[in-house]
């Protein structure tokens, strides 16, 4: 079965510092990966998803995420983190099913950031 | 384009009384929706699977008579917790897919708290 881990239950990092959020992923097949954002009591919005090709991916808000096979990851990076950036950030496989492709979610980074 | 809009954004009820969460797609229709559930500071856990015009596909350890899921239409898709407990307490999300390239949009979340 397919599962995503996210080491990092809580990140803090001050503004105008790089980041990277880890994910590793145990899938048998090509995966499908994405990195969601979450805001308090609010649903999740794709940053960026990886199906095939290139494995540096560029997404919104500036955020890119790099997939690497041999390390079974894909951490997401950006360069310069703003305070709005704070929020819950899952990692997620999707896997198709025949009927449906669904997504296995990691358990989320909650990342701070300080001025 | 792709607005899912979920309702109610939160709701308390009594114990023992039932709940319908409403999820719709806005501008598009979708085949598929998916409906989670996340306890605080934790992952999403798919619950079901909708496809419209046929029986929801329920995760594992999931209560179907408890979790009632009906998608009769190609925007619209309701949950209904039956006969709610304190322990059904939780921030519920659906996603709406358009298509089956990932195409998930998600809702804003409906926080259940049962009294």
């Known amino acids: 079965a397919q599962s995503v881990t996210q080491p990092d239950i809580h990140i803090t990092v001050s503004e105008g510092a790089s980041l990277e959020l880890r994910c590793n992923y145990s899938?048998?097949?090509?995966?499908?990966l994405f990195w969601y954002v979450q805001s308090p009591g609010q649903g999740l919005q794709l940053l960026l998803k990886?199906?095939?090709?290139?494995?540096l991916v560029q997404g919104i808000k500036g955020f890119e995420a790099e997939f690497k096979r041999s390390q079974s990851s894909f951490n997401l990076r950006k360069p310069s983190v703003h305070w709005s950036d704070a929020a819950e950030y899952f990692c997620?496989?999707?896997?198709?099913?025949?009927?449906?492709?669904?997504?296995?979610f990691g358990t989320g980074t909650r990342l701070q950031v300080t001025l | 384009g792709a607005v899912v809009s979920q309702h109610p954004s939160w709701v308390i009820c009594k114990s023992g009384t039932s709940v319908k969460i409403e999820c719709r797609s806005l501008?598009?229709?979708?085949?598929?929706m998916f409906w989670y559930r996340q306890f605080p500071k934790q992952s999403l856990m798919l619950m079901a699977t909708?496809?419209?015009?046929?029986?929801?596909?329920?995760e594992q350890g999931v209560e179907k008579d408890k979790f009632l899921i009906n998608h009769a239409s190609l925007t619209l898709s309701t949950l209904t917790v039956t006969s709610a407990h304190p322990e059904d307490s939780s921030f519920y999300i659906c996603?709406?897919?358009?298509?089956?390239?990932?195409?998930?949009?998600f809702g804003s979340g409906t926080r259940l708290t049962v009294v």
């Open positions: 996603s709406a897919s358009r298509d089956s390239l990932y195409g998930y949009t």
């Open positions: 990886y199906f095939s090709g290139d494995t």
């Open positions: 501008d598009f229709q979708a085949t598929t």
């Open positions: 909708s496809n419209e015009g046929s029986k929801a596909t329920y």
């Open positions: 997620a496989v999707g896997v198709e099913t025949g009927t449906a492709s669904k997504l296995t």
């Open positions: 899938y048998g097949a090509t995966p499908y």
